[in-house]
């Protein structure tokens, strides 16, 4: 099992920056990864970012490229936000999971942060 607890979500203005933590506990796998997920009201959720554990490759959807960096220290996840937009208004979820021929699969969940950008 694996524990996740998030952190530093707020209010920013938009072209703003906002750091995310996410502490992980428990037992991690050689192929365990780490993610972020967003969800805005009305919509579902999307994938932001994510990172492979041990050899810390990372991996960035098209709209956060350039402006999120997700990293890792330890037993933290990091996702820091520059240039935010109000489109980037959502709960942040951390993920946890493995990575693999098939990609990222996601099985455990911190309860999410809400991050709000005002225009």
């Known amino acids: 099992q694996v524990q996740l607890v998030e952190s530093g979500g707020g209010l920013v203005p938009s072209g703003g920056s906002l750091k995310l933590s996410c502490a992980v506990s428990?037992?991690?796998?050689?192929?365990?990864?780490a993610g972020w997920f967003r969800q805005a009201p009305g919509k579902d959720r999307e994938h932001v970012a994510a990172?492979?554990?041990?050899?810390?490759s990372t991996y960035y959807e098209d709209y956060v490229k350039g402006r999120f960096t997700i990293s890792r220290d330890k037993n933290t996840l990091f996702l820091q936000m520059n240039n935010l937009k109000p489109e980037d208004t959502a709960v942040y979820y951390c993920?946890?999971?493995?990575?693999?021929?098939?990609?990222?699969?996601?099985?455990?969940w911190g309860q999410g942060t809400q991050v709000t950008v005002s225009s």
């Open positions: 990172i492979n554990w041990i050899g810390g």
């Open positions: 993920a946890g999971g493995t990575v693999g021929d098939a990609g990222y699969e996601y099985a455990y």
């Open positions: 428990g037992r991690t796998s050689s192929t365990f990864a």
